[in-house]
C-alpha cells in the first residue's frame, strides 16, 4: 500500500504517530493509498522548520521571491497533466476539471508574481513641519492553510500563494481525502528555488487541525471547507490570539427572470449545478424561475438536458462529471434526496439508481432535479454538495430577490436577464458575497477577491487578491523627522494638526 508522507523541512518526512487515513480512488471504491497523521510533536518539527526558514525568506527581496513563483507556475504547467491525473484519481473530478482547478490556482501564483509591486507602501512627504510618513506592510510569521477536498490544487494556492510571495512560511493542512496534489506542489515549490521550509504539508484530521490552533508559534490560520468547522476554527483561532479567515458552505441560488435566454440559462444551469457532480461551493444547486410561465418552460428544458449528460469515470474524455469523492458522501447525497421526497417537493429525475458499468463499486450518483422545493424545507435550507438541482419557484423578482438574501449562506448568487436595470437592482441589494449577471460561477478573477457572506465565511477579508496580501501581512506605520538642532516642542500635549 503506498503511505502519503508529510513534507517538512524541503523533503518527505515520515511520521511515527500510528495514525493514517485511507485515501479511495473514487471510480473503483478501492483504497489506492494512505495518509499519515501528523501527531503534535510531528507538527511542532514542521512549525520549527518553518520559524527557521522566515528568518532569510522575510529578509529575501521581493523580486526574488517573485522569481521563485514565476518558475512555480513555469513547473506546474509543465507538469499539468500528471498533476491532473492524480488530482482526479483521488477526487474523482474528469480530467479536464482538474486542469482547470490547478489553473485557477496558477492564476493566483500569477498575481504573486506581481508582489514588489503589490507589497509597495504608502508615503507622505511633509505630514507636518519636516515630517514624513510611510508604512509597510511586514510578512506575520508562520501561517498556516487548512484546505477542503473540493480544490486540492485551487485552493493551497489560494493561500499559499500569496503568503509565501509576501514572505511568510507556511504550514498546509490539506483534506486527507486528496493530499497527494498538495504534496506534489510542494515538492516543485522547493524545485522553484524556495527554500527549505518555506512550504510544509502536514497531513492529518481534527487532532492535527487542533495543533495549528493551538500553536503559540502560528500566527494566522486560513480555513476552508464546512460551516460548522469554519466556525470551530475561526472561534478557536482567535481565541488563541491568531489571525483568521474561514470559509464556510454554500447553497448558491440562480434567479431566472421572465426576459432570459432560457437555452443559455439550461446549459450555464446544467454545468453549474452537476459539474464536478455538485462539489463545488461555486455550484449553482438551487435554481429561482420568476413566473408560472418560465418555470415550467424551464422544467421541461431542463429534464430533456440532464438525459444528455454523461457520467463517467473520470479520464473518460466524454463525461461531464465523475464520482463523488466517498461512499459516506454518495449515501449522504441520497439520503438529502430521499428527505426532499418526503418532505413534499417533486422528485423530477431521479439519479440514485445510477450504476456505471464495470465500476459498480465506484461512488457515482447520478443527476437529480426537485420542482415544488419550498423555503422552509431541510433540503432547501442545508447544503447537498451533490448533483441535485433544486427548483423553487418565485412569483416576481422581491420574492426572487428574498430567498438568497434571507438564506443562513451567502456565498455566491447568479441572476439570468436581459434586463440591464433589474440585473443592476438585483447586484446591488442581494445580500450574498459574489454575484454573477448571466454568468452562473461568478468566482472572482484572482486579483479581485473571493469570499461569502453569513454562515458562507467568518473573519473579515477574503482570499486573494489585494484582501489575500492584507490578511497575510501587517502594517507599520512610520512617522519621522530630522530636526536641525534642538526643537522646543511641548512633550505634554498631544500634537494636532490645527
Ligand atoms: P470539511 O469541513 O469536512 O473539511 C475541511 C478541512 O477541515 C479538512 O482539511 C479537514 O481535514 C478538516 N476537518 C474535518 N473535520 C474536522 C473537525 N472536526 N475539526 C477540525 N477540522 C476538521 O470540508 P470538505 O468536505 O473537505 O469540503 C467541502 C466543504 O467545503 C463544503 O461545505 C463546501 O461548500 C466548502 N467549501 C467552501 C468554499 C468557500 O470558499 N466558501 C470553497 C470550497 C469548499
Not at 72 to 91: G, I
Not at 401 to 409: D, R
Request: glycine residues 10%.
Amino acid at each position: 500500500m503506498r503511505e502519503i508522507a508529510h513534507f517538512i523541512n524541503g523533503s518527505s518526512f515520515t511520521g511515527a504517530s500510528g495514525r493514517h487515513g485511507d485515501v479511495f480512488n473514487p471510480n473503483t471504491g478501492e483504497v489506492q493509498a494512505r495518509v499519515q497523521f501528523a501527531s503534535s510533536a510531528e507538527m511542532d518539527k514542521a512549525v520549527a522548520a518553518a520559524a527557521a526558514a522566515h528568518v532569510g525568506w522575510s529578509a529575501t527581496n521581493p523580486q526574488r521571491r517573485a522569481r521563485v513563483m514565476f518558475e512555480f507556475k513555469r513547473l506546474v504547467e509543465a507538469n499539468m497533466q500528471d498533476l491532473a491525473e492524480l488530482l482526479s484519481s483521488e477526487h474523482g473530478k474528469v480530467i479536464a476539471d482538474s486542469k482547470g482547478d490547478i489553473q485557477r490556482g496558477l492564476e493566483v501564483i500569477e498575481f504573486a508574481c506581481g508582489i514588489p509591486h503589490a507589497l509597495k507602501g504608502e508615503y507622505t512627504e511633509g505630514a507636518g513641519p519636516g515630517i514624513d510618513v510611510y508604512s509597510m506592510r511586514q510578512s506575520l510569521g508562520v501561517v498556516a492553510g487548512i484546505t477542503p477536498f473540493n480544490f486540492p490544487a485551487m485552493i493551497p494556492m489560494w493561500m499559499f500563494g500569496v503568503a509565501i510571495a509576501v514572505g511568510n512560511t507556511f504550514i498546509l493542512k490539506p483534506s486527507e481525502k486528496d493530499p497527494s496534489v498538495p504534496v506534489r506542489l510542494a515538492e516543485l515549490m522547493m524545485e522553484a528555488g524556495a527554500p527549505a521550509g518555506v512550504l510544509n504539508v502536514v497531513h492529518g484530521d481534527k487532532g492535527a487541525v487542533d495543533a495549528i490552533l493551538q500553536h503559540p508559534d502560528i500566527k494566522a490560520v486560513s480555513f476552508v471547507g464546512s460551516s460548522d468547522i469554519a466556525h470551530y476554527v475561526y472561534s478557536q483561532g482567535t481565541l488563541h490570539n491568531k489571525r483568521v479567515q474561514a470559509m464556510g458552505g454554500a447553497k448558491n441560488h440562480g434567479v431566472v427572470l421572465p426576459d432570459a435566454d432560457l437555452d443559455q440559462v439550461v446549459k450555464d444551469l446544467s454545468g453549474a449545478a452537476f459539474g464536478s457532480a455538485g462539489e463545488r461551493c461555486m455550484a449553482l444547486p438551487v435554481v429561482v424561475p420568476v413566473g408560472k410561465t418560465v418555470a415550467d418552460e424551464l422544467r421541461k428544458r431542463m429534464i430533456a438536458e440532464i438525459e444528455t449528460l454523461k457520467v463517467g469515470v473520470s479520464n473518460d474524455a466524454d463525461a461531464q462529471y465523475g464520482p463523488v469523492v466517498s461512499a459516506a458522501h454518495r449515501q449522504k447525497i441520497a439520503d438529502y434526496i430521499q428527505i426532499g421526497k418526503d418532505e413534499g417537493a417533486e422528485l423530477v429525475v431521479d439519479g440514485r439508481d445510477f450504476k456505471l458499468q464495470g465500476y459498480e463499486q465506484g461512488f457515482f450518483i447520478g443527476p437529480s432535479f426537485f420542482d415544488g422545493v419550498k423555503p422552509g424545507m431541510k433540503t432547501y435550507q442545508e447544503e447537498i454538495f451533490g448533483p441535485v438541482l433544486q427548483m423553487v419557484r418565485a412569483d416576481n423578482f422581491e420574492e426572487a430577490l428574498e430567498l438568497p438574501s434571507s438564506h443562513q449562506y451567502g456565498n455566491g448568487v447568479a441572476i439570468f436577464t436581459r434586463n440591464g436595470r433589474a440585473a443592476r437592482e438585483f447586484a446591488a441589494r442581494v445580500n450574498v458575497g459574489m454575484v454573477g449577471i448571466n454568468v452562473p460561477i461568478p468566482v472572482p478573477v484572482a486579483y479581485h477577491t473571493f469570499g461569502g457572506w453569513k454562515r458562507s465565511a467568518f473573519g473579515d477579508t477574503n482570499q486573494h487578491g489585494m484582501e489575500g496580501l492584507k490578511f497575510w501581512t501587517k502594517v507599520k506605520t512610520v512617522t519621522a523627522r530630522w530636526p536641525e538642532g534642538m526643537t522646543d516642542d511641548s512633550a505634554f500635549v498631544i500634537p494636532t494638526m490645527k
